[in-house]
T-cell receptor
Framework: TQLLEQSPQFLSIQEGENLTVYCNSSSVFSSLQWYRQEPGEGPVLLVTVVTGGEVKKLKRLTFQFGDARKDSSLHITAAQPGDTGLYLCAGGSYNTDKLIFGTGTRLQVFP | NAGVMQNPRHLVRRRGQEARLRCSPMKGHSHVYWYRQLPEEGLKFMVYLQKENIIDESGMPKERFSAEFPKEGPSILRIQQVVRGDSAAYFC????????????WGSGANVLTFGAGSRLTVL
């Protein structure tokens, strides 16, 4: 069974701080996706990484895919209240049609 | 282009009743996924369908739950004889033909578009 564990589960920080969210597995994935979900809404895709070691930047967000394609991280620089939400990683692999979601990290950024 | 449409957004049922949740995929999308989310948790896969065909139902409980995606009309997730433990948010996502399935994850082009979810409360 493929599992994706995210840490931390909860994170409360002040505006302007930096943070990193981790997504770890013992399984290899073809790609890792990161989603953000706001209360009462469905997840919205932020980024997809497909190559081991790949780094993608989206404004203040930096995403990295581990060299072995088993883990990923999301780093947010100078967090803002608008970054508040549930961050979900999700992995896809060749041997399954379904996208496996991580356990989630709930981020709260206080002004 | 309308996104993935789910209805109802909120549904209240008493124990023992039936719940029907509907999902209309994005225009041109032929594959539908259903996921369940409990409060403060991630999304748990339930079932993956294409038109008139269930591809993977490994996440569906063996009893009371069923899903379909007919040739015409929305995909439907049906829960019979609901119990309090069925209370959750149910999300539908769709993907286009040719960009669905395990062999396409590595392309980076296979992404799921989610609906806003249906929140089921069982009293």
């Amino acid at each position: 069974t493929q599992l994706l564990e995210q840490s931390p589960q909860f994170l409360s920080i002040q505006e302007g701080e930096n943070l990193t969210v981790y997504c770890n597995s013992s399984s290899v994935f073809s790609s890792l996706q990161w989603y953000r979900q706001e209360p009462g809404e469905g997840p919205v895709l932020l980024v997809t990484v497909v190559t081991g070691g790949e780094v993608k930047k989206l404004k203040r967000l930096t995403f990295q895919f581990g060299d072995a394609r088993k883990d990923s991280s999301l780093h947010i620089t100078a967090a803002q209240p608008g970054d508040t939400g549930l961050y979900l990683c999700a992995g896809g692999s060749y041997n399954t049609d379904k996208l496996i979601f991580g356990t989630g990290t709930r981020l709260q950024v206080f002004p | 282009n309308a996104g993935v449409m789910q209805n109802p957004r909120h549904l209240v049922r008493r124990r023992g009743q039936e719940a029907r949740l509907r999902c209309s995929p994005m225009k041109g999308h032929s594959h539908v996924y259903w996921y369940r989310q409990l409060p403060e948790e991630g999304l748990k896969f339930m079932v993956y369908l294409q038109k008139e065909n269930i591809i993977d139902e490994s996440g569906m409980p063996k009893e009371r739950f069923s899903a379909e995606f007919p040739k015409e009309g929305p995909s439907i997730l049906r829960i019979q004889q609901v119990v309090r433990g069925d209370s959750a948010a149910y999300f539908c996502a769709s993907s286009p033909p040719g960009l669905a399935g395990g062999r396409t994850w590595g392309s980076g082009a296979n992404v799921l578009t989610f609906g806003a979810g249906s929140r089921l409360t069982v009293l």
